[in-house]
């Protein structure tokens, strides 16, 4: 029987073969907001919903980034996720986005996303540092860059060695530090007196460490570069001779 499948039937398969390596090689993009007009996931059906204040998309051109809209929060509103995103302390898991903080806002309002097992981001507090760090647990992990009220490209991933930060597609930093997340909020985190002011753009949540190309590509034009012709051939290739070996 196996024998007598028709070629197109085994190319097929090798191709669903292909796409299943590739897939288990890139991981993918969880979640992702493109806040052109609304908060809906543009990927999956993890919409945000509005939990405080009245959360809004800007379309005003200096406070958004790409597309034709922005998440514009003032201090006292924010959003929940419909599912947590939760992460093991072995996963690898990245977040890419645009931020741009509002020049008169209060140096404490510059939480991004928030958890309740006590992860947040902050963009900015001068006691510490005017930029963005990473808290876990009231440890700041990480902590560079610096507030100017414009906009930059802010990018976390995490693996097995850590976190690496990166801004404006320069890696700034890493830490050796591991831990479960579960992120549950945007714009706010631990404390009602850190919700983000100023405008937010392109949310991504990856299930895996993006590489520099991919951070590049966000960088340079928001998109998630797809695998290269000569890569998908190889992988189906791959997938028919791994099948041609079990017949």
Request: aromatic residues 8%; charged residues 20%; glycine residues 10%.
């Amino acid at each position: 029987m196996k024998e007598k499948l028709f070629p197109s039937m085994k190319a097929s398969l090798g191709a669903l073969a292909a796409i299943s390596l590739l897939s288990a090689a890139q991981g993918g993009v969880v979640a992702h907001y493109t806040f052109d007009s609304d908060f809906t996931d543009s990927v999956g059906s993890n919409d945000l919903l509005a939990d405080g204040g009245t959360p809004t998309t800007t379309t005003t051109a200096s406070e958004v980034r790409f597309g034709t809209g922005a998440l514009s929060l003032d201090g006292s509103s924010d959003l929940n996720f419909t599912s947590s995103i939760a992460f093991g302390v072995s996963d690898e898991w990245s977040v890419s986005f645009w931020g741009k903080r509002a020049s008169d806002a209060d140096f404490r309002s510059g939480m991004v996303l928030g958890t309740t097992d006590g992860f947040i981001w902050t963009p900015d507090n001068p006691s510490v540092v005017r930029g963005i760090r990473l808290r876990i647990n009231g440890d700041n992990d990480v902590e560079v860059g610096a507030d100017d009220a414009q906009y930059h490209h802010w990018v976390v991933t995490a693996d097995s060695s850590g976190f690496s930060l990166y801004r404006d597609n320069i890696l700034l930093d890493t830490q050796a530090s591991a831990t479960n997340v579960t992120f549950d909020e945007v714009g706010t985190g631990a404390s009602a007196a850190n919700i983000y002011d100023g405008s937010i753009d392109e949310l991504y949540i990856f299930d895996e460490a993006i590489d520099a190309a991919v951070i590049e590509s966000l960088f340079t034009s928001n998109t998630v570069p797809e695998p290269s012709p000569l890569a998908l051939i190889g992988l189906t290739s791959l997938g028919l001779l791994k099948r041609r070996r079990r017949s």
